[in-house]
């Protein structure tokens, strides 16, 4: 049955995104087959563990409440009772600073990219949500523009989050009605970011780690995406 209950009552990015999404919307439906869903078709093999000690996770959440994206995010913060200033430890990467995990791009045949890595600590969550590209791959923000604009910008843009830990208890991505877990450090998920809802959570006792790829796909990215077995890559 088509849900109904997840709306809400104020203007939301939920609201906005939702509106456009062509998932199914029905939480009987087994999404393991999904056609919106890549998991596990590539393992990328390396010791990047130093990468991420020393890295400066000091991306914040913005809460500029002037601007329209801004805004609709951190209403649905506060209509669910939340804080909508929780911190976000996310760290940019640089090929001088986090050269493995920087690499990763190339090696999936993703271009004109950038990379971040998330640091989730025990009690963190990302909200159910679907993605919006108000960040562009130069860095520049616009959390000014409108939804449809967005859309248009984001026609060829890719998405994928690689497990940069091994999964541990309490480790949580749900896509849709499917559920990632049990990873290796390697492993990632490429899912349709604009039209199938998702969210994260540590449970657990331990801080996990993502590396999030933004980009241009390439022949090369496709090829491995449709491949009937799993691809790994040493990552050097």
Same mark, same amino acid.
């Given at each position: 049955m088509k849900d109904e209950l997840h709306w809400f009552d104020a203007p939301t990015s939920w609201n906005e995104r939702r509106k456009r999404s062509s998932y199914h919307w029905d939480n009987k439906i087994d999404d393991n087959e999904s056609p919106m869903i890549w998991l596990?078709?590539?393992s990328l093999k390396g010791d990047w563990s130093h990468e991420l000690e020393n890295a400066v996770? #000091?991306?914040?959440t913005q809460t500029n409440l002037s601007k329209l994206l801004e805004r609709n /995010?951190?209403?649905e913060s506060l209509s669910l009772g939340l804080n909508p200033r929780l911190? /976000?430890?996310r760290c940019f990467t640089t090929a001088s600073d986090q050269p493995l995990i920087h690499s990763m791009m190339e090696h999936l045949g993703i271009k004109s990219t950038h990379v971040k890595i998330h640091k989730q600590l025990p009690g963190d969550f990302n909200l159910l949500h679907m993605d919006t590209m /108000?960040? #562009?791959i130069s860095h520049q923000t616009n959390t000014d523009a409108d939804y449809d604009l967005i859309d248009d910008e984001s026609v060829d843009t890719v998405r994928v989050v690689i497990a940069l830990n091994d999964w541990q208890w309490g480790h949580f991505f749900q896509l849709g009605n499917t559920m990632w877990h049990k990873w290796d450090a390697g492993d990632l998920v490429y899912w349709d970011w604009k039209n199938l809802p998702h969210s994260t959570a540590n449970a657990g006792h331990i801080p996990r780690y993502a590396g999030i790829i933004t980009g241009k796909p390439t022949a090369k990215f496709w090829e491995l995406m449709n491949g009937k077995e799993k691809t790994k890559i040493i990552v050097n």
């Open positions: 596990n078709k590539v996770y #000091d991306q914040t /995010s951190a209403q911190k /976000s430890y /108000s960040q #562009d």
